[in-house]
Each structure stands twice: as C-alpha cells, then as structure tokens.
C-alpha cells in the first residue's frame, strides 16, 4: 500500500513552496500519495494543482491583523473547521499529516491529533506563527531552520527549509549582461515598489550594461508603472513584472539580487549562491526577517539594510558598489551557498516515513 501524506497549511509562498518542495519529494522518493488542505484565499489555489497534486478546500477566518468581530467569528468557526478535517481525514486516510503553517495548517492538525495520526510540524521561522505554537507541543515532530525554534516543538529537528532542486544546479553568474532582479515575497514589497522608481534611472545611466527585472506583485503593477513614469524612468533595460513564474531562471540570470529576506527567499539564495542585499519587512512577527537576514550578513553572503536606513543615496550606495566588483559578488555568492541545506526535502520526506513506520 502507497504511503499517503496529507500536507496542511498556506496563505504566501513562504508556507506553499517549500510544502510543495515536500510533497515532491514523497511522491518521487517514497512513491507517495501527496494531498494538500488549504483555503481558498492562499496561494495554494494557485501552486498546488499547477504542481499536479490534489487540494482540498476548507473555510478558516483569519485571527491576526483583523477586528475583534472577525477574531471571534474565526474561532467560533474553528470546531467547524476541525471537524470537516476530520472527515477528510477519515475519507484520505493518511499515515502521516504534515503542517506548514498558515491558514488551514491549524484545524487539520488538531483534527489529526484528535485521530491519533502521527503529526509533523514544519517551522520555517525563528519563532513559530500561531498555528504551529497552538499545537506544537502536540505534533510527533517537528523540521525547523533554527535551533532556537526547537524548543517550541515536540522532537524537533534543524533540517532547513525545502527548496526547489533546481537552486543547487546553477553556477556563479559570469557572463552574460550584468542584471540586477529585485523582488519583493510573493506579494510584492511596497518599500522596494516606492525606492526603485527613485534609484533605477541613475543605476541604468551609471552602468550602461545594466539590466533591471522588479518584480512589484500582483495587485501593484500599475502603481508601480506610474511610479517609474513620475521619476521619468523609461528604458528597454527595465522590466517590471507582477510576479516571477520561474524563479529560478531569474535567479540564475542576475548578478545581484534586492529583495526581502522570507524565510524561503534566503534559503533559495543559499542554495543558488547569489549574493543580495536584503531588506527585511519590519512589521513581520518578531523581527522574524531581520533574524533570516543576520544569518546571510554574518556570513558573508549578502548585505542588509534595513527599512529604517533605506534611503536611495544608501540603496545605490550598496548596490553600485556590488555591480562594480564581480569577485566581491562571487566571494558573496560562494558564503552564501556555505549555508544552503542541501538535503532538507529529503530529511524531512525521511522523518515522514519513520512516523508512518515505514522507515
Ligand atoms: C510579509 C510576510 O509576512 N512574509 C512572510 C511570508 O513571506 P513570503 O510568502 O514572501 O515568503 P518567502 O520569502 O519565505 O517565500 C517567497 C517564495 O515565493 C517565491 N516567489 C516570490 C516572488 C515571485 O515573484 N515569485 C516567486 O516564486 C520565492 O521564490 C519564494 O519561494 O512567509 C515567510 C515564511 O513563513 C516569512 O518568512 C515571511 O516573513
């Protein structure tokens, strides 16, 4: 009998991809049946059929950044919830129930514990979001990327966080136009979307090699359009894109990257070996980026500013500084690819299989 693993959680990219990451990797290592329950507003809508596997929908209200009406409404909901994953629980029946985090992450993971399946927590944070701190000490086990976050968990293991294979095939960048790819998580970062318009006009006259890819998000393409147009900024070397498909493409074809420092986006760094200036999102729960960001900055991989210290004089003070040194970038690149976790898909997909017993 195949191995079947539920897969629980979304909302961003940083809780779909590496999932995903998972989920391919039972499905080609152990010949797994991967299902994933998720909520109609994630991004999980998106990325999971796209990657072939099956989605189940169930309705969670949201508990943070929302009114107290709507916090109640959430909660009152929540039996609801667990009970539906409950159902799909007994119709999937699967050995083990992995959650990522977000939304849908939650219900399902009490519904299993509930159940008695075998549960494993995925964190990809230093410190835990609400649903993986709620049922944390519950959970079989947990994978993690900091060895602080394990004293959230039951049996928790440092493995890093999944990424797409890809990232570790690609070499340094040393030939081809000189490319700068600036993108915000998966939505977007407003603060990249109001600085470059201010910076990209004097990048694009100082290096007439340069080319510029900005991802601004989905819902700011406009804004963003007239942002640039304001700052007169009109050129063939500038693209600017809602969101980026293939990720790893464009990693590849930059020398530089900008961008925020999400737990997945700097594992991805890592793993492709791509030097960056990161500016983490100062609002995110505990300053969680910033802690992402010190990692690749004390290792030498990237630099940081911060949202307080990101002025254009200081934006183009970093970023000219790195076009202009190519064994900086590469030295950069190398520190960078020193961090990355090489097997963390793998571990993780191992640690599933011993909870089902079928290590
Ligand atoms: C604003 C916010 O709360 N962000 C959080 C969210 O970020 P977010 O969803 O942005 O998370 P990450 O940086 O972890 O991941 C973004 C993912 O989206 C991909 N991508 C992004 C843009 C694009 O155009 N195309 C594309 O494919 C990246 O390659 C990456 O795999 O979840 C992360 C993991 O819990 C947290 O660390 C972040 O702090």
Redesign the pocket.
């Known amino acids: 009998m195949p191995l079947r693993v539920l897969i629980a959680g979304g909302g ?4 779909v ?1 590496p999932a995903l990451a998972i989920a391919r990797e039972l499905r080609d290592s152990a010949g797994a049946e991967v299902r994933f329950v998720g909520t109609a507003r994630g991004l999980e809508t998106k990325l999971v059929p796209e990657a072939g596997f099956r989605l189940e929908l169930i309705h969670v209200g949201q508990l943070k950044g929302v009114s107290l009406m709507t916090r109640l409404r959430t909660l009152g909901d929540l039996p609801l919830g667990i009970l539906r994953c409950m159902g799909l629980l007994r119709e999937f029946k699967p050995q083990v129930v992995v959650g990522v ?1 977000g939304y849908a992450s939650g219900p399902a993971m009490m519904a299993a514990i509930l159940l008695g399946i075998p549960t494993l927590a995925f964190e ?2 230093a410190v835990p979001g609400l649903a993986n701190r709620l049922v944390g000490k519950r959970v079989r086990a947990a994978a993690v990327n900091f060895q602080q976050t394990t004293r959230y968990f039951r049996n928790a293991v440092v493995t890093g966080i999944p990424v797409r294979k890809e990232f570790f095939a690609l070499r340094p960048k040393t030939s081809g136009p000189l490319r700068l790819l600036v ?1 915000g ?3 977007g970062a407003r603060v990249l979307n109001e600085i470059l318009p201010k910076v990209a006009g004097g990048l694009l006259t100082r290096f007439p090699e340069l080319e510029i890819v900005h ?1 601004v998000g989905g819902r700011n393409v406009e804004s963003s359009a007239a942002a640039y147009a304001a700052s007169a900024v009109s050129s063939d070397r500038l693209l600017v894109l809602p ?2 498909d293939a ?1 790893v493409d464009a990693i590849d074809a930059a020398d530089l990257v900008v961008c ?1 420092s ?4 700097v594992a ?1 760094l890592a793993a492709a070996g791509k030097p960056s200036v990161l500016v983490p ?1 100062a609002a ?1 729960a505990d300053d ?2 910033r802690k ?1 960001a010190d990692v690749l900055v004390a290792a030498g991989a990237a630099s940081m500013i911060t949202e307080a210290q990101l002025t254009p004089e200081r934006l183009i003070a970093e970023v000219s500084a790195l076009l202009e040194d190519e064994a900086m970038r590469l030295a950069m690149g190398e520190a960078a690819r020193r961090l990355a976790h090489t097997d963390a898909a793998g571990e993780i997909a191992r640690m599933c299989l011993r909870l089902a017993g079928r290590a």
Do not use: C, D, K, V
């Open positions: 961003t990219g940083g809780h991809i985090g990809p944070n993108f998580g998966s939505q991802q969101y980026l990720m925020r999400g737990a997945s986006t991805e999102f995110a969680h980026q992402n």
